[in-house]
C-alpha cells in the first residue's frame, strides 16, 4: 500500500467554485500533515500544515481525521491562480523530517 | 525573503559521468534534503543530512550517491556514475530546528542521455 494516496483529479473547475481534495495515508504512527502547491515544472510550496483541530487560512481549509488517516483540503471561492497541483504530504513523526509525498491532485480553474 | 537556491538549474550529461549538484540552504538552517522527482511521478525523499553527517537515507540512495556539506554554505549531491534513470527533477529543502516546514529550493533537472 502506498504511503500517501490522493485523488489523482484532474480536477476542472469555474472561477468561484468550492472544490475539495481527498488524501489518506498509510502509516498510523505519522505525526505531521501538510498540503503543499506545485506549479508546473517548480518546486513545492507549503500551502500550509495541517492540525488535529482542523485549520483555514483564508479560502483555504484544511482537515484530519487521525482515525481514518484522512486528509482533506477545501478550497472556497476559486481564482484563476490557484490552478496547480496539490500535495499531500506527510511526515511519519521523526525529527530527521522525511517527508512523504503524495503524487498530487492538478486543479484547473478557468474563467 | 531568504531562499534556497540551486545551481545550475538544468544539467544535461552523458550516460557514466559524474555530476555534483549544489545547493546553498537558508542561512540558519540545520537540517537538509535532497528529493527527486521523475517527470510525472512524485516527489521522493533521497537523504538527509544533519550536524555535519547522513542521518537517513531512501533505497534510492545507493553508493553512487553522495552528500557533503564542503563549508558553511553549501549542500551538495554528487552521482558518481549516471544512469539513465537518474533524469529527474532534483529538489533541495532545508529547515530550522524548531519548525517542521521544510523549504525547497527551484530545482536542478537533470537530464542524464
Known amino acids: 500500500r502506498k504511503e500517501v494516496e490522493q485523488d489523482p483529479g484532474p480536477f476542472n473547475v469555474p472561477e468561484g467554485a468550492t472544490v475539495a481534495f481527498n488524501c489518506t495515508y498509510s502509516?498510523?504512527?505519522?505525526?505531521?500533515f501538510f498540503w503543499y502547491r506545485q506549479d508546473c515544472r517548480k518546486e513545492p510550496k507549503l500551502l500550509m500544515s495541517?492540525?488535529?483541530s482542523g485549520n483555514e487560512d483564508g479560502r483555504f481549509t484544511a482537515q484530519l481525521n487521525r482515525a481514518s488517516q484522512y486528509i482533506s483540503l477545501l478550497i472556497r471561492d476559486s481564482k484563476l491562480s490557484d490552478s496547480a497541483t496539490y500535495l499531500c504530504?506527510?511526515?511519519?513523526?521523526?525529527?530527521?523530517?522525511?517527508?512523504?509525498f503524495g503524487r498530487g491532485t492538478q486543479l484547473t480553474v478557468w474563467p | 525573503e531568504p531562499e534556497v537556491t540551486q545551481t545550475p538549474s538544468h544539467q544535461v550529461t552523458q550516460m557514466g559521468q559524474e555530476v555534483i549538484l549544489r545547493c546553498v540552504p537558508i542561512?540558519?538552517?540545520?537540517?537538509f534534503y535532497w528529493y527527486r522527482q521523475i517527470l510525472g511521478q512524485k516527489v521522493e525523499f533521497l537523504v538527509s543530512?544533519?550536524?555535519?553527517?547522513?542521518?537517513?537515507k531512501s533505497e534510492i540512495f545507493d553508493d553512487q550517491f553522495s552528500v557533503e556539506r564542503p563549508d558553511g554554505s553549501n549542500f551538495t549531491l554528487k552521482i558518481r556514475s549516471t544512469k539513465l534513470e537518474d533524469s529527474a527533477m532534483y529538489f533541495c529543502?532545508?529547515?530550522?530546528?524548531?519548525?517542521?516546514?521544510?523549504?525547497f529550493g527551484p530545482g536542478t533537472r537533470l537530464l542524464v542521455l
Open positions: 529543502a532545508s529547515r530550522q530546528g524548531a519548525s517542521e516546514t521544510q523549504y
Open positions: 502509516n498510523s504512527a505519522s505525526q505531521s
Open positions: 495541517v492540525y488535529s
Open positions: 504530504v506527510v511526515n511519519r513523526g521523526s525529527t530527521l523530517g522525511r517527508l512523504y
Open positions: 542561512s540558519n538552517h540545520l537540517y
Open positions: 543530512f544533519y550536524n555535519n553527517e547522513i542521518s537517513e
